[in-house]
C-alpha cells in the first residue's frame, strides 16, 4: 500500500526557517518525481514545485511565489522527500500536501494527510 | 488570480445531474490533460478523473470528465449527499512549465 505521510509542520515565526519531511512507503520512492501542493481556504490549492527522479536529472521546479526561498531535496536512500522553507511569511501559512508524481502532468494519485504550517508572530 | 477558472460554487438535488466547468488557455487545458479531484473536508484531495475522462478504480461511473478546446467539465449524475465536497481541476501549463490548480467549486446537495 502506497503512503505518504508529512511531518514537520508547526507555528514558525515570520522570517523563520521550517523544514517538512515526507516519508514514502509501498512503492519504489526513487523511481518517482515528488511534488509539493499546499492549501489556504483564500487560496485553494497551490502547486509549490517538484523535484525529478534522479534517473530523470533530479532536478527541482518551484513555483515563483516560493522561488528562492524554498529548496526541495530528496534521500532516495531513505524513501524520504524534504521541503525546506527559509524566510517564512506570513502568506505561507498553509496545509503542506506532499504528492507522488506532478499534479496537471501525471496520475499523481497519491497524496500525503497533510502538514499545517502556520507563520505568525 | 489563477489561470484556470472554476466556478466557486454549484448546486443540486439528490438525484440530479451537475456539471463543474473548467476554463484555460491554449496553453494549459487546450494542450494538456486535465485532471479532477475531489475534497471531503479535512481530508486530502482524492482523484477522481485523469486524462481529461479516465476514471481510477473505485470511482464510481456516475463521475465523469470531458474536454473540449480550452474547458474542461466533470458530471456527476445521481447526485448523493455524500458528493458534497470540493472539486478541484489541475492541468499543466506550457507557458508557466508548472502545473495549475483551479480555484475549486464547493459543490452543494440540497
Known amino acids: 500500500e502506497v503512503q505518504l505521510v508529512e511531518s514537520g509542520g508547526g507555528l514558525v515565526q515570520p522570517g523563520r526557517s521550517l523544514r517538512l519531511s515526507c516519508a514514502a512507503s509501498g512503492f519504489a520512492f526513487g523511481d518517482y518525481a515528488m511534488s509539493w501542493v499546499r492549501q489556504t481556504p483564500a487560496k485553494g490549492l497551490e502547486w509549490v514545485g517538484f523535484?525529478?527522479?534522479?534517473?530523470?536529472?533530479?532536478?527541482?521546479e518551484y513555483a515563483a511565489s516560493v522561488k528562492g526561498r524554498f529548496t526541495l531535496s530528496r534521500d532516495d536512500s531513505q524513501s524520504i522527500a524534504y521541503l525546506q522553507m527559509s524566510s517564512l511569511k506570513i502568506e505561507d501559512t498553509a496545509i503542506y500536501f506532499c504528492?507522488?508524481?506532478?499534479?496537471?502532468?501525471?496520475?499523481?494519485?497519491?497524496w500525503g494527510q497533510g502538514t499545517l504550517v502556520t507563520v505568525s508572530s | 488570480q489563477s489561470v484556470v477558472t472554476q466556478p466557486p460554487s454549484a448546486s443540486g438535488t439528490p438525484g440530479q445531474r451537475v456539471t463543474i466547468s473548467c476554463s484555460g488557455g491554449s496553453s494549459n487545458i487546450g494542450s494538456n490533460y486535465v485532471y479532477w479531484y475531489q475534497q471531503l473536508p479535512e481530508t486530502a484531495p482524492k482523484p477522481l478523473i485523469y486524462r481529461n475522462d479516465q476514471r481510477p478504480s473505485g470511482v464510481p461511473a456516475r463521475f465523469s470528465g470531458s474536454k473540449s478546446g480550452t474547458s474542461a467539465s466533470l458530471a456527476i449524475s445521481g447526485l448523493r449527499s455524500e458528493d458534497e465536497a470540493e472539486y478541484y481541476c489541475?492541468?499543466?501549463?506550457?507557458?508557466?512549465?508548472?502545473?495549475?490548480f483551479g480555484g475549486g467549486t464547493k459543490l452543494t446537495v440540497l
Open positions: 523535484i525529478r527522479s534522479e534517473a530523470n536529472g533530479g532536478t527541482t
Open positions: 489541475v492541468t499543466w501549463d506550457d507557458s508557466l512549465s508548472a502545473p495549475v
Open positions: 504528492i507522488r508524481d506532478i499534479p496537471g502532468a501525471t496520475r499523481a494519485h497519491y
